[in-house]
């Protein structure tokens, strides 16, 4: 049974950091990825990795702000958010992708299994 289970979310300050984890079990993936949902939005892509690390994207709004890297030893992979701003609130989820990529992509029709979802709350 496949499972993500993410974690280190929170209320933090603008300015201030967090890191989110994913933790995938019941298979290895191509591609991890994480998207966002703030209420009454659509859920919109954040970033995605390759299982290699290489490739990484982002979406602008995030770019040069968040990291996102892989550990294949634990089957994790980590997004880390510096210079958070109230905008970045968002219920977070971390998603996988099954098929054989080389490039990770930015669609959520992409992405077969999904975390519960984690809360970042950002004040201003």
């Known amino acids: 049974q496949v499972r993500l289970v993410e974690s280190g979310g929170g209320l933090v300050q603008a300015g201030g950091s967090l890191r989110l984890s994913c933790t995938a079990s019941g298979r290895t993936f191509s591609a991890m990825g994480w998207f966002r949902q703030a209420p009454g939005k659509e859920r919109e892509f954040v970033a995605a990795?390759?299982?290699?690390?290489?490739?990484?994207l982002y979406a602008d709004s995030v770019k040069g702000r968040f990291s996102i890297s892989r550990d294949n030893a634990k089957n994790t992979d980590y997004l880390q958010m510096n210079s958070l701003k109230p905008e970045d609130t968002a219920v977070y989820y971390c998603a996988a992708d099954a098929r054989t990529v080389l490039v990770p992509s930015r669609e959520a029709t992409a992405y077969g299994d999904w975390g519960q979802g984690t809360q970042v709350t950002v004040s201003s």
């Open positions: 990795i390759t299982w290699n690390g290489r490739s990484p």
